[in-house]
């Protein structure tokens, strides 16, 4: 288990970009696979964006693909998500989550942060 928090969230116009950053807590946090995750108002969480542990693979939801870029610093423990072309359809709670294993389940999730987009 890894302690995840997230940041970076706030509202922004339609058009806009956000960073978003996930801190983890411990030593192992160059073995997790990272990901974040979106829970739009009324809506099931969905996946958003996964990096394997030494950054060298990365996944995207097709609403993410070209507009939203997942990265990691394992010497900072942090993984950040870079948003751009934000459109209203992306307001949501944004969560982190860690897993061990490309194929593991995600075992370890942040508290989320709010992204608002203003059309």
């Known amino acids: 288990q890894v302690q995840l928090v997230e940041s970076g969230g706030g509202l922004v116009q339609a058009g806009g970009s956000l960073r978003l950053s996930c801190a983890a807590s411990?030593?192992?946090?160059?073995?997790?696979?990272m990901g974040w995750f979106r829970q739009p108002p009324g809506k099931e969480r969905e996946f958003v964006a996964a990096?394997?542990?030494?950054?060298?693979?990365?996944y995207y939801a097709d609403s993410a693909k070209g507009r939203f870029t997942i990265s990691r610093d394992n010497a900072k423990n942090t993984v950040y998500l870079q948003m751009n072309s934000l459109k209203p359809e992306d307001t949501a709670v944004y969560y982190c989550?860690?897993?061990?294993?490309?194929?593991?389940?995600?075992?370890?999730w942040g508290q989320g942060t709010q992204v608002t987009v203003s059309s």
């Open positions: 990096i394997t542990w030494n950054g060298g693979s990365t």
């Open positions: 411990g030593r192992t946090f160059s073995s997790y696979g």
């Open positions: 989550a860690a897993r061990t294993g490309l194929g593991g389940s995600w075992h370890s």
